[in-house]
Nanobody, 118 residues
Framework: QVQLVESGGDLVQAGGSLRLSCAAS????????MGWYRQPPGNQRELVAS???????NYADSVKGRFTISRDNAKNTVYLQMNSLKPEDTAVYYC????????????WGQGTQVTVSS
């Protein structure tokens, strides 16, 4: 059973930086897209950034220019570098591995808390 383990969440002041990591405990064979989602208090989960198997990236408008998603396929790991953090970035951040071939399956991390103080 593959599990995703996240790390890097913390309390940081506005303007600061954090780097989130998410590693799979085992190998996932096939084509895998990866992404980061977040769920602010009292709100629904939303997509923050995604990266396809060939490295194409996509960002929510609210984080463009501040966050960078990257992946290390050899380590089955996805990263989210977050700079110029704002209080509205406060949320639980979840990583997602989406296996799209040869079958469809979603894997989720347990979530890591990011709190940005003003």
């Amino acid at each position: 059973q593959v599990q995703l383990v996240e790390s890097g969440g913390d309390l940081v002041q506005a303007g600061g930086s954090l780097r989130l990591s998410c590693a799979a405990s085992g190998s996932i064979f096939g084509v895998v897209h990866m992404g980061w989602y977040r769920q602010p208090p009292g709100n629904q989960r939303e997509l923050v950034a995604s990266i396809t198997s060939d490295g194409s990236t996509n960002y929510a408008d609210s984080v463009k220019g501040r966050f960078t998603i990257s992946r290390d396929n050899a380590k089955n790991t996805v990263y989210l570098q977050m700079n110029s953090l704002k209080p509205e970035d406060t949320a639980v951040y979840y990583c997602n591995f989406q296996l799209v071939w040869p079958t469809l399956r979603d894997y989720w991390g347990q979530g890591t808390q990011v709190t940005v103080s003003s």
